[in-house]
């Protein structure tokens, strides 16, 4: 498999070692380029050995911290679909049972179903809320290999905080959903916190990313979140805008003009069209970010095995 490079390597600037270190994949086709020269290039794909030079890269640190980020990554991604899937399960078993109800001519079934839907929509939010903050707390793990005062670190930092803080808002908002204006709060903090959250998650994945290095996850996190910002920032002035035209349109002519109620409405409609564009973006770096943890995590399981069988190279 290993190609013995006949060519002796040119000249190299004095600051970069010849030799790669046992950690450096091809970043195009993960091969293991342990051992050849820096200004050689991948013997499986051609990409030339120095673009697979990265600073602070993630399997500096071995294969543990690795598959440690690995695991955080897939209980996120996991955490969502277990939400999404419960609501989907929630709605059919509401209209099964109000079917059924209706059929039977009782008010049982609608009532059973409903009930059903509510407690397996609690369990799924809570065991959801659960395995996602399991989840950033393993994908925010700290790289022993790295300093503390990275740009990496700032915004692990930032993920793990707020991965806390919004799992505490929930837990807090799931306790007392009695009293009204607490909870209004509660949403108000938990939709800050989660915007910091999201910036912050873009930043650390594409950090990762450049880390790997990925460049295909790089750009997807750079994407996300131009997109997300200018989507968010879009849709915030939109509904502004329009609930300014439907609170004129509803306090300055009476009776009140039948436009306030289509403000309104497209108000609404802009909220909930910028809320899921901004999940589906989330979940696209989300997805990514897991796909590309599974492969570096398998990428370093590869490296120890061969640092394992192998003499370190003599450099
Ligand atoms: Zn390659």
């Not at 277990?82 to 039977?104: D, E, K, N, W, Y």
């Not at 994407?223 to 439907?246: D, G």
């Not at 309104?264 to 989330?282: C, N, S």
């Not at 770096?285 to 394992?308: C, P, Q």
Request: charged share 10%.
């Amino acid at each position: 498999m290993l190609d013995d490079n006949p060519d002796t390597p040119p000249d190299t600037p004095p600051d970069t070692p010849a030799i790669l270190a046992s950690y450096i994949i091809c970043p195009s086709c993960g091969y293991c380029l342990a051992g050849l020269p820096v200004s050689g290039s991948c013997p499986e794909c051609g990409k030339p050995c120095a673009e697979a030079v990265v600073p602070d890269s993630i399997y500096a640190a071995g294969p543990a911290y690795v598959s440690r980020v690995a695991s955080g990554a897939s209980l996120v991604l996991l955490s969502y679909y277990i939400l999404i899937i419960s609501i989907i399960v929630t709605f059919l078993l509401m209209i099964f049972a109000g079917r059924l109800g209706a059929m039977t001519g009782s008010g049982a079934g609608p009532m059973a179903g409903m009930l059903l839907g509510m407690a397996i929509y609690g369990l799924a939010i809570i065991s959801s809320g659960i395995i996602r903050l399991i989840g950033w707390i393993r994908a925010t793990t700290p790289d022993p290999a790295l300093g503390r005062n990275t740009r990496t670190e700032k915004h692990r930092g930032t993920v793990r905080a707020m991965a806390i803080t919004i799992f505490s808002l929930q837990a807090v908002q799931f306790v007392c959903t009695l009293i009204p204006f607490a909870g209004m709060l509660l949403w108000l903090a938990q939709f800050v916190c989660g915007i910091i959250m999201y910036v912050a998650v873009t930043a650390y994945i594409r950090e990762i990313g450049r880390r790997i290095p990925n460049a295909a996850l790089v750009r997807t996190a750079r994407r996300v979140r131009v997109t997300a910002l200018w989507t968010l920032m879009v849709s915030f002035v939109l509904f502004v805008i329009l609930m300014l035209l439907f609170w004129i349109s509803a306090n300055t002519t009476s009776p009140p003009s039948s436009l306030a109620d289509v403000y309104l409405g497209f108000a609404i409609v802009d909220a909930v069209i910028g809320g899921l564009v901004l999940l589906l973006l989330y979940f696209r770096v989300l997805g990514r970010f897991a796909k590309a943890m599974k492969a570096a995590k398998e990428n370093a399981m590869a490296i120890h095995r061969s640092a394992l069988s192998s003499p370190p190279p003599a450099a």
